[in-house]
């Protein structure tokens, strides 16, 4: 099966760190995403730039609403993603507790829902 | 290249089937030789299988899946020691290397152990039931979370958080990894049986929703009771296994062609197995024994008692009345006392019946348990006291939820 695993943090503390304390960090995750590979867990993954470089899309009475954002409303803010094969969900939990930054802030572990033509899950 | 990708699939499909049979016993080796450290050795068994799907497409499957799936698992957990700056920060304990490689995993006697091992400590009785329950499903008999989740109709974030909150408490508790030594037995065995009986439980009648049978749960504890029966040849896990048998047997005849529940008395006796029906009957003589009868031992030998009857008519009443009579003086339950008093109505007539369940209808316990009223109602229409055995049902009927259960009452109300 497969999950998803979404990594938030606080990007204002993140920022803090020193640059080696980040380098350090991104190694982290490079041999973590290298382990997943090796294990066959690992399907796809990225970590991503500031919320402050995001763009968010909204189409309302037909017209597309392009705004700034989204802005830091929440402590943790969405950092990267990585979108594991697990046997279930407790596997994919024990994967999720490698993800480097999970040390820092929050690895949310959702089930990845499959689209069909008609009788599709809630 | 499509036959090519035949025989790969088959190959998955092979190896699928042997995570089902093997996982348990695989898991359980593991947790011996790495310590009993919980998450290696599941990270390690893992490891092993991913690896047995690059490796058996190529060089087939090996002769001896478990012991190469032990091995492999075993290296790949070393190797992640050796390695072990990248997770340290998850392996809290350090596992010394000469205890790792030095481990026997070939002989096949204390692989035997290792499952009980395995099992003890699933069972262990400082988890709570459905904990015991859900780590024994995924850790010994290699279920999904999902699957688990599924079958108890619990949602899997719930299901999945007691699997992990049970996990940390044997680590919290450092419960050795081990079968627990002649002192500690009884109470360690009752926690694995109460455990087994449950989930047999569980599956023979699903206490929610629509489903009476869910087959999976009680063919799951049925062959893990089998297994324990086998490892550790001991009474109370013979007469659990006879009992589980017995009432298995009867699983096609309990139920018609359109998911109503048929009693005892009209069910085609032609339907139940007749094969389990006499293994269990053997069973109950062998467990009878083997020392002073034990609980599911007694319950099994009335059990066998219905299964030896060809009709409802040839029960013989005064021997499962005298049966619940012992039951009941080893080990008091009001649930038994209700049986004792319906057996009893068979023997000496409904009168009887009710004076022996107005003796025990004030215990707390059977309250708010619908069988009570169903009993009484049913003794009320054997005597003809329509109106009391319409309100008896009527209560029976407020007292359970599920459907099948419900329509039973309502057809035999109808035909008052």
Not at chain 2, 206 to 219: M, N, R
Not at chain 2, 367 to 392: P, V, W
Request: hydrophobic share 40%; glycine share 4%; proline share 4%.
């Amino acid at each position: 099966m497969k999950y998803l695993c979404l990594v938030y943090y606080d990007e204002t503390k993140m920022g803090n760190l020193s640059q080696t304390q980040w380098d350090d960090l991104n190694q982290e995750c490079i041999a973590c995403v290298e382990g997943l590979t090796t294990a066959g867990n690992f399907i796809d993954g990225a970590p991503l730039m500031t919320t402050d470089t995001a763009l968010s899309v909204r189409i309302r009475d037909d017209k597309p609403l392009i705004t700034d954002g989204p802005f830091a409303e929440t402590k943790e803010q969405l950092a990267g993603f990585y979108m594991l094969e697990a046997r279930d969900m407790n596997d994919a939990l024990r994967l999720a507790q490698k993800i480097p930054p999970a040390r820092y802030g929050t690895v949310e572990v959702r089930p990845v829902r499959e689209l069909k033509h008609d009788g599709n899950d809630r | 290249m499509i036959n090519v990708k035949q025989a790969d699939l088959t190959i998955e499909q092979e190896i699928t089937a042997c995570y089902q049979r093997e996982s348990g016993a695989v898991l359980a080796t593991l947790m011996r030789l790495l310590n009993g450290h919980f998450d290696l050795a599941e990270e390690a068994l893992q490891d092993a299988f991913t690896a047995a799907l690059t490796q058996w497409p190529k060089d087939g499957v090996p002769k001896k899946p478990r012991a190469w799936l032990i091995s492999t698992g075993r290296f790949k957990a070393i190797d992640k020691l050796r390695k072990n700056s990248s997770f340290s920060h998850y392996l809290n304990s350090t596992i010394p290397d000469d205890m790792v490689q030095t481990a026997s995993f070939e002989d096949p006697e204390t692989i035997e152990d290792d499952l009980l091992r395995l099992i003890f400590t699933c069972c262990h009785p400082a988890l709570a039931i459905e904990a015991r329950l859900a780590l024994t499903l995924r850790e010994v008999c290699g279920l999904t979370t999902e699957a688990i989740a599924a079958a108890f109709l619990i949602p899997v974030p719930t299901l999945a958080q007691r699997i992990v909150r049970a996990k940390n408490k044997i680590c919290e508790l450092q419960i050795p990894y081990e079968v627990p030594d002649k002192d500690q037995l009884p109470e360690r065995l009752t926690s694995v049986l109460a455990a087994l009986y449950l989930l047999f439980n569980e599956g023979y009648s699903a206490t929610v929703g629509q489903d009476v049978t869910c087959t999976e749960l009680s063919l799951e504890a049925i062959r893990l009771t089998r297994l324990l029966s086998e490892l550790m040849p001991q009474k109370e896990i013979i007469g659990l296994l006879a009992l589980m048998l017995l009432h298995d047997a009867r699983k096609k005849a309990r139920m018609d062609e359109h998911g109503e529940l048929v009693s005892l008395e009209e069910q085609n006796r032609l339907l139940w197995d007749q094969p389990q029906i006499a293994e269990g009957c053997q069973l109950v003589k062998e467990a009878l024994s083997l020392g002073p009868a034990d609980i599911y031992t007694l319950q099994a030998a009335i059990a066998a008692v219905h299964g030896e009857a060809q009709h409802f008519e040839e029960t013989n009443w005064a021997e499962i009345t005298g049966l619940y009579q012992v039951l009941l003086s080893i080990n008091f339950s009001p649930i038994y006392a209700l049986n004792h008093a319906v057996a009893l109505s068979m023997r000496d007539g409904p009168t009887a019946g009710l004076k022996a369940i107005e003796a025990i209808e004030g215990d707390k316990a059977l309250q708010h348990y619908y069988l009570l009223y169903a009993a009484k109602a049913d003794l009320y229409r054997q005597l003809a006291q329509k109106e009391k055995a319409l309100s008896a049902y009527q209560r029976a009927l407020g007292l359970t939820q599920q459907a099948p259960e419900k329509r039973f009452i309502e057809k035999r109300m109808a035909a008052l």
